[in-house]
């Protein structure tokens, strides 16, 4: 499998991501890497990857993130799970001993594994036997019992090829493509993601409710806060009021606003805390 950047993983039910927040020195602590997909998988499959720690219980590592609009398929110990796309900043305090298996599905892919609207899963963590019929031990010992994660993930792989269903008149490979389009630098507003998907509207809104997960407004302001925090991650948001200008804000304080709204901090305040030694 080919290996992604190993320094931007969430290694709790995330995966790999653009928006970690959480601070660089404690995370180095953690062991983290995500892989391409079989080709099989590629289209409904952004990565499968793994997390492991070994923490003393008096240096946990927190980790925060501004997710992806993906939904997980993870295995740990005693908790074989279904991370819903998060609409929140994401915190997970890491501690002890742990080990974590999972696949990043695309944006809009939920329905090739599972029924229901995605909005139903958003900001939950739902148990794996709920959506599907397996054995949470079986399936937790075949994906975390190989010593060699290449092996774990291949297990998992073979999992979501028994459970993957048709595609019915192509919905999930619209939705996908769809949601593809939030990556899209020039798109700020909802009504620019409609024209360019070609729906109104309403039809995008429902078409993101039933696959993705959030709203599209939602969405545009986390991928606009996302590139903010990688920026300021890679020190190149040396001005904010350029950084605000290059991401479609109006001013520096409606930036501002919404950073702190949903990271917790101003900017300012992320730069300072990202190789802050924990205490």
Known sequence: MYKHDVRRIDPTGHGRARGLVSSRVSGSRVDAASFEPPDDLSDVVESLWFGR???????????????????HVVAERGGARVVGVW???????????????????RPGAVGAFFDG???????????????????????????????ADADGLAALAGHLRAWRRPDHEGEVGHAVAVAALLREVDLYRV??????AGLSVRGLQRLFREHVGATPKQLLRRVRLQEAALRIERGEASGLAALAADLGYTDQAHLTRDF???VGQTPRELERSLYARPK
């Open 53 to 71: 720690w070994d923490l003393p219980e008096d240096a946990p590592h927190v980790t925060e993130l501004l997710g992806d609009p993906c939904v």
């Open 87 to 105: 609409r929140r900043r994401w915190v997970r305090e890491l501690s002890g001993r742990g080990l974590v298996r999972g696949a990043k599905l």
């Open 117 to 147: 609207p995605a909005v139903a899963l958003s900001d939950r963590l739902t148990p794996l036997s709920e959506l599907v019929d397996v054995d949470p031990e079986a399936f937790e010992a075949s994906v975390l019992d190989p010593e």
């Open 260 to 262: 702190k709204a949903v």
């Open 191 to 196: 009504e620019g993601l409609a024209e360019r």
